[in-house]
């Protein structure tokens, strides 16, 4: 049994494997390479304009090239988080975890049960579905999503994110086996089942925590 305090990073480690790396990789595409294009002209623009750093002898030289140097951390950065959006949007772009009406009708705990029995059957990657499906029903129950058949797990997360950073993150992670799973055609084994399974045991564990702590305070 794996210990609970270090299944997320074990997930983590896993989801960072070259595998995984693969299956969500994309072709550049236009958005990219347009902003490589920036990039590298800003790059040369500076060049231009202080082909040698040495030779910049007075103190506006120095003032100037700050200032440059500062738009274009500014410019990475910002870009940065672009970048990522639209990578993370990708993702989960055609992705709707809940296929049919009849699974949105069965509780997180029903799911939670499945889950289980797959387990002991040795079918994790079914397995896994259902665990992902409890912690959605459950996200649903406490009313910090909307569960809905024609959602995808892009349009989940930006609702969590609306209302929690950290709960969007940590769904985020979570998503991404059961992407590489459900829709991916990879079969999750037993090491890679375990810290799946202890992140959604804690993610449970932790939300009834912080519900309980609402309702007393």
Excluded: C
């Amino acid at each position: 049994m794996i210990d609970p305090n270090h299944a997320r990073e074990e997930l983590e480690h896993i989801l960072s494997d070259r595998e995984y790396t693969i299956y969500y990789e994309d072709h550049r595409g236009l958005i990219e390479k347009t902003i490589d294009r920036i990039i590298n002209w800003i790059v040369e623009q500076i060049s231009k304009l202080f082909p040698n750093l040495e030779g910049v002898a007075n103190g506006n030289g120095y003032l100037i090239f700050g200032l440059v140097v500062t738009g274009v951390v500014l410019l990475l950065i910002a870009l940065f988080f672009l970048i990522r959006t639209i990578q993370r949007k990708r993702r989960f772009r055609d992705n709707k975890p809940l296929h049919s009406l009849s699974e949105k009708e069965w509780t997180y705990e029903m799911h939670m049960k499945e889950a289980e029995n797959l387990e002991n059957e040795g079918d994790f990657t079914k397995a896994t579905r259902h665990l992902f499906l409890a912690i959605l029903l459950y996200f649903d129950k406490r009313e910090w999503l909307l569960a809905k058949p024609w959602k995808t797990n892009w349009e989940y997360y930006d609702e969590l994110r609306s209302r929690s950073k950290e709960r969007a993150e940590r769904f985020f992670v979570f998503a991404l086996l059961f992407d590489r799973a459900t829709y991916g055609g990879h079969q999750v084994n037993q090491n890679e089942y375990e810290p799946f399974k202890q992140e959604a045991i804690s993610i449970l564990k932790q939300e009834e925590t912080t519900v309980r702590q609402e309702v007393n305070g």
